[in-house]
């Protein structure tokens, strides 16, 4: 029992250790991106070179099973389906969610972004009572509640808001990039799609970022005359321990503590941004965006805290992809 009892607590520890590891490393992609655009980085091009070498980066964990080329990266049903799914996730998750993140970034702070962000599972709530018949519980709808109350407070309606240099504009952008993450869950969701997570990573970041550079060169995007060495190391940090680190990390947190309870977590990530954003980049959240970021993190574990009732076929899926037998 003793035994039993230290390999649990190990367990425990080891999921904490890398889900921490892995927020953190999201928290930072918003500091490293907030810095590379002060230093006249593009943020389309930026995003879609950031995505272009994460999704580098991802592609030999695609084959550390014993799958085979090119089994591992192809969905179990090769179809024109699964294939238009497949894009239209990358087109929605990558493109659209960093593509917006990122413009967002230019006129409102890194902390702002990430708490604006990480709405997404409040979204995905909502959006799944809507379109997947996820039953809304009590403690589901006080999540939701509590989140619009939050995004209201992290969004800082006042004078300033509406007079500042493009401030509300960052903001409903923000909000965008968050609404987009969601739909590209839900999408995914309805779709089943039978691939491997890091197969399906690593196509909606390649995807994603061939769309988003069309997109950046065909409006005239270029990189700053002069990159230092510093600009680089940011740029490095991005693309791999920021992105590809991250979602690896992530993965193997919703392997060891499966994705309702894992996914309640999420509100590490912008509570990183912001104490990154105060240490790297001297600035700091308002009394009001830090009370609205913590009404989003308990929101957040309300939504988490209670299992929407769903399908058959949702259940199987779920169970799968926790590692339950």
Not at 164 to 184: H, R
Not at 202 to 208: D, K, R, S, T
Not at 291 to 320: C, F, H, K, Q, S
Request: hydrophobic share 55%.
């Amino acid at each position: 029992m003793t035994h039993a009892f230290r390999h649990n607590r190990t367990d425990q520890t080891g999921f904490f250790v890398t889900l921490v590891a892995a927020t953190f490393l999201m928290g930072s992609s918003f500091v490293a991106g907030k810095v590379l655009l002060q230093h006249g980085f593009p943020p389309v091009l930026l995003v879609g070179w950031r995505f272009l070498v994460a999704a580098a980066a991802t592609l030999p964990l695609v084959f550390m099973g014993n799958a085979e080329f090119p089994r591992a990266l192809l969905p179990a049903d090769r179809s024109l389906r699964a294939a238009g799914v497949i894009a239209l996730i990358g087109l929605v998750q990558t493109a659209a969610v960093m593509g917006l993140l990122f413009l967002a970034m230019r006129w409102v702070s890194a902390a702002t972004a990430s708490i604006l962000l990480f709405t997404n599972p409040i979204w995905v709530a909502l959006l799944g009572g809507l379109y997947l018949g996820d039953s809304l519980g009590k403690a589901r709808i006080g999540g939701l509640i509590l989140g619009f109350s939050g995004v209201t407070l992290a969004i800082g309606l006042n004078r300033d808001t509406f007079s500042g240099p493009g401030a509300l504009t960052g903001e409903l952008v923000g909000l965008g990039s968050a609404l987009c993450w969601a739909t590209a869950t839900i999408i995914n969701k309805r779709a089943g799609l039978k691939i491997g997570a890091w197969a399906l990573s690593f196509w909606q970041m390649l995807i994603g970022a061939l769309a988003l550079l069309v997109i950046a060169y065909s409006i005239g995007e270029h990189w700053p005359r002069a990159i230092t060495l510093l600009d680089w190391g940011w740029f490095v940090w991005l693309a791999i321990p920021a992105s590809a680190g991250s979602f690896g990390l992530w993965f193997v947190a919703l392997g060891k503590g499966g994705a309702t309870r894992t996914s309640g977590y999420l509100f590490l990530a912008p509570l990183f941004t912001v104490i990154l954003s105060f240490v790297v980049l001297g600035s700091a959240v308002t009394p009001l965006q830090g009370a609205g970021g913590a009404l989003i993190g308990v929101a957040l574990w309300l939504v988490n805290r209670e299992p929407a009732a769903t399908g058959e076929r949702e259940r199987v899926a779920e169970a799968l992809a926790e590692g339950e037998p």
